[in-house]
């Protein structure tokens, strides 16, 4: 929690004492959001229901080397540059996606966000997700109506099913203008939940319809309910993956709540899920206090996206996987 305390200070306080050396407009993420749009230049989106909006966020990348030291002994990541959204470029969801598709020769990546991420939040982290894992030329932020508090879970999961319907079309219309089988999809956490309904209800309405990889990362769903959707929504996709870890205590509130483990908590029978691969991450440094951030954070788990969606290389072909099972992966800290 450190970290994200740290970053929120920082981001809040700095910037209208930084000056022109250690602050650099340099980053922007485009985004489709669900969110309702407030009046203030604080969060630009708030987080009641609204239509589908497009646009794209400004980010500032702020150097503090004041927080070098620190870094060399907290337990956990503390970022070195702390990233800020400066602002948004509206535009129209037709003119975003039309120059989206057209706008590159890659194949469009969709991410879809999990709970208690209000809306600046998910710009920065989308920022840093897109950049470690080679994404710069190819991501689209699909932002759902998360309340961005902590206490409000279950606010948040019935707004993700409230998403859903608008989620699948949105993949549906990705597919369709880039005419494209190479779509590649991907959800973390609630979002991983979002990602595997809006497939579910793809599959009912457009069977015929290929994508290319489907990632998802912690996520937050029942394992038994994902194994019984699997059959369904396995042939929409290249290959599924998924990354799994023993150390994500969000997963572990979740179980507790639900009663049920979730698919992204290693340790499930996950040689019952024909056709997936499964990453398990448990062995990497906790880079956060909950354990639930790793594709934020772990260079490694970056390293490996990169080869999955940029080169299209399954788990065996990858560099720095290890085989533990018939579907089951151990990806290790770098040495």
């Known amino acids: 929690m450190l970290s994200g305390i740290l970053s929120s200070l920082v981001v809040s306080v700095l910037p209208a004492q930084a000056t022109d050396e250690n602050t650099q407009i340099q980053r922007g993420v485009q985004y489709l959001t669900l969110r309702d749009r407030i009046d203030n230049n604080d969060g630009y989106f708030g987080s009641e229901r609204s239509d589908l909006k497009a646009g794209v966020c400004i980010i500032d990348q702020l150097s503090l080397d004041f927080l070098s030291k620190a870094a060399e002994i907290a337990p956990f990541r503390i970022p070195e540059e702390i ?9 129209p969801v037709w003119m975003l996606l039309d120059e989206f598709v057209d706008g590159t020769d890659a194949d469009p990546f969709l991410y879809i966000h999990g709970y208690y991420i209000d809306f600046e939040k998910g710009c920065r982290r989308a920022t840093v997700f897109k950049e470690s894992s080679g994404l710069e030329d190819r991501f689209l932020w699909f932002s759902w109506p998360s309340d961005g508090s902590l206490v409000n879970y279950a606010r948040d999961e019935v707004n993700l099913y409230w998403s859903v319907p608008e989620l699948a079309g949105v993949i549906v219309d990705l597919h369709d203008r880039s005419g494209s089988d190479k779509v590649d999809l991907a959800g973390h956490s609630l979002g991983g ?7 579910y209800e793809v599959a009912a309405t457009r069977p015929d319809l290929r994508f290319g990889e489907v990632v998802l990362l912690a996520p937050d769903i029942d394992f038994d309910i994902f194994r019984k959707v699997l059959p369904r ?28 483990p979730r698919l992204g908590e290693s340790g499930n029978e996950v040689g019952l899920l024909e056709g997936v691969e499964v990453i398990d991450t448990s062995e990497l440094d906790l880079m956060s206090a909950n354990g639930h951030l790793y594709h934020i954070y772990n260079e490694e788990v970056g390293l490996d996206l990169n080869q999955l969606v ?12 290890q085989k533990m099972g018939s579907n089951l992966w151990r990806l290790p800290p770098n040495k």
């Open 83 to 91: 990233l800020s959204l400066e602002g948004i470029e509206e535009k």
């Open 310 to 321: 940029n080169q299209g290389k399954s788990a065996s072909e990858r560099n720095g996987l």
């Open 193 to 199: 939940r979002g990602l595997v309904l809006a497939l």
């Open 233 to 260: 929504i396995r042939p929409l996709a290249r290959s599924i993956t998924v990354y799994t870890s023993d150390a994500d205590k969000a997963l572990d509130f979740s179980a507790q709540l639900h009663g049920y």
